[in-house]
Every structure is written in C-alpha cells, then in structure tokens.
C-alpha cells in the first residue's frame, strides 16, 4: 500500500506516481531514453525495419524530441509552475489523463503500427496542446507574465511535431527535416532560459556555504545577447539552412552562451557532481553551437556531429542532472548523490564525447563509435531508472505530500 495514496474520500486511490508531475514524467523520460536507443541500436546492426513503418531515421529524430525530451520537459513545467505561481499542482486523474495521453502518442508512431493515419496522427499531436492548456490557467491567473512565453515554445513544439506528420501522411515533401530544426531550436532556447536561471542560481547558493562571499554578477546585457542569437538561429535553419548567416548567428550564439558559462564558477564545483553536471551540459551547448558554425561556414566533416553534440551532450545532460536533482529535492531527500548516479554522468559524459568525434575518425572506426556512443546512453539511462524509479514510486520520505 506504500506505492497508494488516497485520491477522494469515497476510498478511490491512484499510485503516488500520480500525485507530483515529475514523479511519470521522469520515470518515462528515461525508460523512453532506453527504449529509442535500443530499437536504434538494433536498426544500425540488423538493418530491418518495419515496411510500412515511417522512416527509420524520422523515427528516431521525432521519438528523441518529442518522446524522450518532451517527457522530460513536461515533468520540468509540471513541478516548476505551481513553484512560480504558488498554484495548485495538476495531480490524480488529470495527471493520469495527461501521462496516458503521452503514451498514447508513442503508441501511434510506433513502428509497429506502421504509417501513421490521420486518427494517430491526430493522437500524438494532441500532448503539447493539453500541457500547455494544464499550465496557461495558473501562469495566468498568478499574473507570471515573464513565464508565459513557455506557452509559446510549447506551441512550436507542437508545430513542429506537425510537420513531421504531414510529412509522413504523405501531404508535404521534407519538412519532418523543418520539424527536427524547429524542435531542436526551441528546446535549445527552453535549456537556455531554464539553464541561465538554474545553473548560477544553485551554483552560488551551494558554494556559499563554505565562501561566504562569493557571487555571481548579473550580466543582462549578455543574457539577452545569448538569448536573442539562439532565437533567431530558430528562422535561419528554416528558411536559409547552411547559409553564412545561419552560421554567423550560430558563431555568435556560441560565443555569447560560453562568455555567460565563464562567469558561473564552473571550476570550483569538480567537487560537487550534482553541479558540475550542469555546467558540463551548458558547455555541450557551447561546443555543440561552436561545432555547427565551423561546419556551416567551412563544410569541415569533423564538425557535422554538431547535432549530436546538441541533443546527446547539451539537451541529455542537462535532463539527466535537472532530472536526478529535482528527483531527490522534491521526494524529501538531500541533495547526495549515490555513484550510481555520478557514473551515469560520467558515462552520458563519455557517450556523447564519443559520438561527437566519431565522423572524425578513419571510416573503419565511424559505426563502431556511433554503436558506442549508443550502448553508454543505455547505460547511462539504465542506472537514473535503476537509481530513481524507486524514488518516483514510492512517497517522500518525510511525510510531505507530492
């Protein structure tokens, strides 16, 4: 009965799962993690892949952004928003609602369903709208105006989840390759906002501790240099992709994110890893952008891994530690971290180092990089569900709710 709450008085009870949006949205954030890997690592090995099935490649590109991260940006809005607004947290059967309605749209693009049809596409569509429409209420009634523009980039995720449908319906040509662009840069601006406020903020409350005055200085000159150079990247990779412009503003937008990383103390944190892993998937962003801006503007091949080093170095990283962190916070527990979970850093570390050089590497090298790369992702993934599912299962340990 551990695993039960009470849900009304009439004796109806829901798993505690349901009782915080963190708690399913995590926990399929990484088992999702584990599942995509896997059935990719198998299509790069065996090359079989359901004939009726939307391609391999689309697949993966679509589950990765709109399975993996969308679980794991859902159960980030759904915890920070009632923090912002001191509103009600959605909970019981809304949260079930919404959970199932995720799996729902997993369901739909499964390859073993085959070519999407107009109903499934309709179904895997419908998550982005019904979390946006179970957060506009508080935002708004709270007056967080300043938070509100999430509502927006939630609305172009679900954009871009269009037109990888229509696409695959067969009513448009290429523009799931706009909707990787699309959703890839909005995340990218999501982490960027999130990662701004969050990184210096718990930096500086943990160092602190033992120096009393160190800080932080506010550069908003520089936030906004950072932000606005990631914003307009978002319209030059739809409609002038490989262009020098896209490469420019990728170049600035790559300088102005690692002059505001330099100014976070990330060096004095190598000893505490629930930071440090933080500052390693901002500097992701900072190589991953770098990275994009030498292959746009020069065609170097050693640079094309840049996407990679985005979703795998920058967009995994953070979730992982964003995910381990709030995990312990919000079930009661210190922020310690077990060496199960600084393992699975260091390994999610190493895999996306791996994948990011792999096209450097002699021909001979390249799959077996990539296959790499893919098994420490499994493995990093496998130890956060391993080590935080029980958490996310069970009731805090101090006797709160949530």
Same mark, same amino acid.
């Given at each position: 009965?551990?695993?039960?709450?009470?849900?009304?008085?009439?004796?109806?009870?829901?798993?505690?799962?349901?009782?915080?949006?963190?708690?399913?949205?995590?926990?399929?954030?990484?088992?999702?993690?584990?599942?995509?890997?896997?059935?990719?690592?198998? *299509?790069?090995?065996?090359?079989?892949?359901?004939?009726?099935?939307?391609?391999?490649?689309? &697949?993966?590109?679509?589950?990765?952004?709109?399975?993996?991260?969308?679980?794991? *940006?859902?159960?980030?809005?759904?915890?920070?928003?009632?923090?912002?607004?001191?509103?009600?947290?959605?909970?019981?059967?809304?949260?079930?609602?919404? =959970?199932?309605? &995720?799996?729902?749209?997993?369901?739909?693009?499964?390859?073993?369903?085959?070519?999407?049809?107009?109903?499934?596409?309709? *179904?895997?569509?419908?998550?982005?709208? $019904?979390?946006?429409?179970?957060?506009?209420?508080?935002?708004?009634?709270?007056?967080?105006?300043?938070?509100?523009?999430?509502?927006?980039? +939630?609305?172009?995720?679900?954009?871009?989840?269009?037109?990888?449908?229509?696409?695959?319906?067969?009513?448009?040509?290429?523009?799931?390759?706009?909707?990787?662009?699309?959703?890839?840069?909005?995340?990218?601006?999501?982490?960027?906002?999130?990662?701004?406020?969050?990184?210096?903020?718990?930096?500086?409350?943990?160092?602190?501790?033992?120096?009393?005055?160190?800080?932080?200085?506010?550069?908003?000159?520089?936030?906004?240099?950072?932000?606005?150079?990631?914003?307009?990247?978002?319209?030059?990779?739809?409609?002038?992709?490989?262009?020098?412009?896209?490469?420019?503003?990728?170049?600035?937008?790559?300088?102005?994110?690692?002059?505001?990383?330099?100014?976070?103390?990330?060096?004095?944190?190598?000893? =505490?890893?629930?930071?440090?892993?933080?500052?390693?998937?901002?500097?992701?962003?900072?190589?991953?952008?770098?990275?994009?801006?030498?292959? *746009?503007?020069?065609?170097?091949?050693?640079?094309?891994? &840049?996407?990679?080093?985005?979703?795998?170095?920058?967009?995994? =990283?953070?979730?992982?530690?964003?995910?381990?962190?709030?995990?312990?916070?919000?079930?009661?527990?210190?922020?310690?971290?077990?060496?199960?979970?600084?393992?699975?850093?260091?390994?999610?570390?190493?895999?996306? $180092?791996?994948?990011?050089?792999?096209?450097? +590497?002699?021909?001979?090298?390249?799959?077996?990089?990539?296959?790499?790369?893919?098994?420490? &992702?499994?493995?990093?993934?496998?130890?956060?569900?391993?080590?935080?599912?029980?958490?996310?299962?069970?009731?805090?340990?101090?006797?709160?709710?949530?």
């Amino acid at each position: 009965m551990d695993l039960l709450r009470s849900e009304r008085p009439d004796g109806i009870e829901l798993p505690v799962l349901f009782s915080y949006g963190f708690r399913p949205f995590f926990l399929l954030a990484g088992l999702s993690a584990l599942y995509i890997l896997a059935l990719w690592l198998n *299509v790069l090995t065996s090359g079989t892949w359901p004939v009726d099935a939307v391609p391999a490649m689309s &697949w993966h590109a679509h589950e990765m952004l709109f399975g993996f991260v969308g679980a794991a *940006v859902a159960g980030f809005l759904l915890t920070a928003v009632p923090n912002w607004t001191g509103m009600p947290r959605l909970q019981g059967w809304p949260l079930v609602g919404l =959970t199932a309605l &995720w799996l729902a749209g997993r369901i739909a693009v499964s390859p073993v369903i085959g070519a999407p049809s107009p109903v499934l596409a309709l *179904v895997d569509l419908a998550f982005f709208p $019904a979390l946006g429409t179970a957060l506009a209420l508080p935002l708004i009634r709270a007056g967080k105006w300043r938070n509100i523009v999430f509502l927006l980039l +939630l609305a172009l995720m679900f954009t871009a989840n269009l037109l990888f449908h229509l696409e695959w319906l067969g009513g448009t040509e290429d523009t799931a390759r706009q909707g990787i662009a699309l959703a890839a840069g909005i995340v990218l601006l999501m982490v960027s906002v999130i990662g701004g406020r969050i990184v210096p903020n718990f930096t500086v409350n943990a160092l602190r501790r033992t120096r009393p005055d160190i800080a932080i200085s506010a550069r908003p000159w520089l936030d906004r240099t950072a932000l606005i150079a990631t914003a307009a990247m978002i319209p030059l990779d739809l409609i002038i992709p490989g262009s020098a412009a896209a490469g420019g503003v990728a170049l600035i937008a790559a300088v102005a994110h690692g002059v505001r990383l330099s100014g976070w103390h990330g060096a004095k944190t190598f000893d =505490t890893p629930i930071l440090w892993i933080l500052h390693v998937g901002y500097g992701w962003i900072v190589v991953a952008l770098g990275l994009k801006a030498i292959a *746009v503007l020069t065609g170097a091949g050693f640079a094309s891994a &840049w996407l990679h080093a985005l979703t795998i170095g920058g967009f995994s =990283t953070m979730i992982l530690g964003v995910m381990s962190r709030a995990t312990l916070g919000h079930t009661g527990r210190p922020l310690v971290l077990s060496g199960w979970t600084v393992a699975a850093y260091v390994t999610l570390t190493v895999a996306a $180092a791996i994948r990011t050089v792999a096209p450097a +590497l002699p021909g001979n090298f390249y799959l077996p990089a990539v296959d790499t790369a893919g098994l420490l &992702w499994v493995v990093a993934f496998a130890l956060f569900v391993m080590v935080y599912a029980p958490m996310l299962l069970r009731p805090r340990i101090d006797g709160a709710e949530g």
